[in-house]
T-cell receptor, first 112, second 110 residues
Framework: DAGITQSPRHKVTETGTPVTLRCHQTENHRYMYWYRQDPGHGLRLIHYSYGVKDTDKGEVSDGYSVSRSKTEDFLLTLESATSSQTSVYFC???????????FGPGTRLTVL | GQQVMQIPQYQHVQEGEDFTTYCNSSTTLSNIQWYKQRPGGHPVFLIQLVKSGEVKKQKRLTFQFGEAKKNSSLHITATQTTDVGTYFCAGSNTGNQFYFGTGTSLTVIP
């Protein structure tokens, strides 16, 4: 497996609290992605990054922000968590734009 | 926005039977990828198709990309219990995004 980790792996939080998920890679890949996975929806892209400080929105970006200050780290922040953001979050990396994506182990987030 | 539809959503087969999942896009794709996710795991890349009409094989798995580059299929011959999982297609036309299908969950009955 590619060197990609996510933290925390599980989190339970309350509505209205801020939450930050971290993705860390040791592969020096340029592209990093945040997806959420929900039953019946497959994987949906939240935000992605194509370089340090270069990010863009995906199809379900509302309520989420991201930051990438170093090549190896990509942070996903929920400024004020809502129950609709309860999901499994996957980080992925790829070295080139259309190459295969390597996924992290996922973070299961529950918002009560 | 771009949509990638995948059918069926669920498939139960007896071990040894064949299995096929289909992926259809509302727009022409530049390429398509296939991933497998085991229960409780993360998606793992299987293959990428780029050319119109392309067919690729990996042992018992056959992947096809349609002539119009709007559809794709994954066929597994003689399923085994190790094939259990959810299979996703992911298509891209322009930009940096891949749009994932909703996945087909395969159950193999021994």
């Amino acid at each position: 497996d590619a060197g990609i980790t996510q933290s925390p792996r599980h989190k339970v939080t309350e509505t209205g609290t801020p939450v930050t998920l971290r993705c860390h890679q040791t592969e020096n890949h340029r592209y990093m992605y945040w997806y959420r996975q929900d039953p019946g929806h497959g994987l949906r892209l939240i935000h992605y990054s194509y370089g340090v400080k270069d990010t863009d929105k995906g199809e379900v970006s509302d309520g989420y922000s991201v930051s990438r200050s170093k090549t190896e780290d990509f942070l996903l922040t929920l400024e004020s968590a809502t129950s609709s953001q309860t999901s499994v979050y996957f980080c992925a990396i790829s070295d080139q734009r259309y190459n295969e994506q390597f996924f992290g182990p996922g973070t299961r987030l529950t918002v009560l | 926005g771009q949509q990638v539809m995948q059918i069926p959503q669920y498939q139960h087969v007896q071990e040894g039977e064949d299995f096929t999942t289909y992926c259809n896009s509302s727009t022409t794709l530049s390429n398509i990828q296939w991933y497998k996710q085991r229960p409780g795991g993360h998606p793992v890349f299987l293959i990428q198709l780029v050319k119109s009409g392309e067919v690729k094989k990996q042992k018992r798995l056959t992947f096809q990309f349609g002539e119009a580059k709007k559809n794709s299929s994954l066929h597994i011959t003689a399923t085994q219990t190790t094939d259990v999982g959810t299979y996703f297609c992911a298509g891209s036309n322009t930009g940096n995004q891949f749009y994932f299908g909703t996945g087909t969950s395969l159950t193999v009955i021994p």
